[in-house]
């Protein structure tokens, strides 16, 4: 079977799962935060979790004072919610009150801000959540010391709450999103002997899913959740936490930096890792891997996205992350679970969100 006639294939089962999707998409097919505050129940912990994120910031202030500038910066323009949504939708889970368990949905939203932080002046983007990137405004030293006190506040925010256990669960996942932020920068992907989809997923697994997966671990834990409730909301979101790197490299391939809120073409620029790029390379007959690797090496974007959309790797990448969404749906139904509607349609909102 050729690229184009997989391509058609791909694409047919992906808009038959868009149709099946249980939270209904706008015009576009694609859906963003504002969506989900448009739904009632999602709008009410949605509402909880601003509230809360509000208060935080407007006590974050000391001296100097452009540190704290700093660290307030990216908190102050928003973002998806995803961590913190995840530790509340967990807690109602396994039946328990998401107000015990804010402080922690505030502290993973620091936790993830500040990898964003150190992220940025990795890759020296220019753009995130629609401003300009603290280390462009701030200066690098300093952006880098606002991603280290964010993390230092999520610790004093949940120290007095928190039990060993989740101290350690929350520990190891800021371990694990370190290694993955390191596997990510040093997999070159122009270089076959160090990448393929295995080596991507294994990195996308510590860098993405391990925060998220923790999150619903914290969450079910607050909760008074039992251990095999736990288990499934962390397996769920696993699932969903790959499915969203999918779907965020996709985007940075396909999108705009006024849709999505950040740089795009960033991973063809810094040739770093990107699931699309990746599968084209390992998967695609020769003389495209060659074509591909010509045009990466020119910095010739356009013919590399030419490349990635003929191959079928861009549709395939959509069907790989709608594939691991019902997974993770499929979990939820095996599971002793309250409200599980809440949870596939943020698994839908993963896969077809605009940014």
Not at 23 to 44: M, N, R
Not at 111 to 129: E, F, M
Not at 167 to 180: D, N, Q, S
Not at 245 to 259: C, E, G, H, K, M
């Amino acid at each position: 079977m050729s690229g184009r006639e997989m391509s058609t294939d791909r694409d047919s089962r992906t808009e038959c799962d868009q149709r099946d999707t249980s939270l209904a998409a706008g015009s576009t097919g694609l859906l963003t935060i504002d969506d989900l505050t448009a739904d009632e129940e999602f709008g009410a912990i949605i509402s909880a979790i601003n509230t809360a994120m509000d208060e935080f910031v407007q006590n974050l202030y000391g001296e100097p004072a452009s540190l704290y500038e700093a660290a307030r910066h990216l908190l102050v323009a928003g973002g998806k919610r995803l961590r913190s949504l995840i530790v509340l939708l967990a807690t109602q889970a396994v039946g328990g009150d998401i107000e015990d368990a804010l402080p922690f949905a505030v502290a993973m939203e620091l936790v993830q801000t500040a990898s964003l932080l150190h992220d940025d002046v990795i890759d020296d983007d220019v753009l995130r959540r629609g401003v300009e990137t603290a280390h462009r405004k701030f200066g690098t030293r300093i952006a880098i010391l606002a991603g280290d006190l964010l993390v230092a506040e999520a610790m004093s925010l949940i120290g007095e709450r928190a039990t060993p256990e989740l101290l350690a669960m929350i520990g190891k996942a800021g371990i694990m999103l370190c290694e993955g932020e390191a596997s990510d920068l040093l997999m070159e992907i122009t270089d076959s002997e160090s990448v393929s989809v295995r080596r991507y997923l294994a990195m996308a697994e510590r860098k993405t899913a391990s925060l998220l997966r923790v999150a619903a671990g914290v969450g079910a834990v607050v909760g008074g959740g039992t251990t095999e409730q736990r288990d499934a909301l962390m397996e769920y979101a696993r699932k969903i936490g790959l499915a969203f790197q999918i779907r965020d490299d996709v985007l940075n391939l396909t999108s705009t930096p006024d849709v999505t809120g950040k740089s795009v073409l960033s991973d063809l620029k810094w040739k770093t890792s990107n699931y699309v790029v990746i599968h084209c390379l390992e998967h695609c007959s020769q003389p495209v891997r060659e074509e591909c690797l010509r045009a990466l090496g020119s910095n010739s974007y356009e013919d590399v996205l030419r490349v990635l959309e003929e191959s079928g790797s861009i549709a395939h990448a959509n069907e790989v992350a709608w594939r691991l969404a019902r997974e993770a749906k499929a979990v939820l139904r095996g599971a002793d679970l309250q409200k599980k509607h809440l949870l596939e349609r943020l698994a839908d909102f993963v896969v077809l969100r605009a940014h």
